[in-house]
């Protein structure tokens, strides 16, 4: 199965921004409908958004009008724009091609009170 890369993870105060990308070299993405997911500690794993492939985005209740999923399908890639983080956003974050089933390792979301 094509392997997904996340990239951009990291450490950030409450308030601050992060920007996740997610890209592979298997596959054209822009034909899929493409999620981003998280997952906290000693909870389950959750659809933080989605993108299909005609850009037609939607978002869980907690993250609306703070993150904005988007695609550039010249670089191949779909990114996750997380402003206003808080500290309940602390997570690892999945890239999730939802058509193929195919998922990223993952990268570690930490938000600082």
């Known amino acids: 199965q094509v392997q997904l890369v996340e990239s951009g993870g990291g450490i950030v105060h409450s308030g601050g921004s992060l920007k996740l990308s997610c890209t592979t070299s298997g596959s054209d993405l822009s034909f899929y409908t493409m999620g981003w997911y998280r997952q906290a500690p000693e909870m389950e794993r959750e659809l933080v958004a989605t993108?299909?492939?005609?850009?037609?985005?939607n978002y869980a209740n907690s993250v609306k009008g703070r993150f904005t999923i988007s695609r550039d399908n010249a670089k191949n890639t779909v990114s996750l724009q997380m402003n206003s983080l808080k500290p309940e956003d602390t997570a690892i974050y999945y890239c999730?091609?939802?058509?193929?089933?195919?998922w990223g390792q993952g990268t570690l979301v930490t938000v600082s009170s």
């Open positions: 999730n091609n939802i058509d193929t089933g195919a």
């Open positions: 993108i299909s492939a005609r850009n037609r985005t």
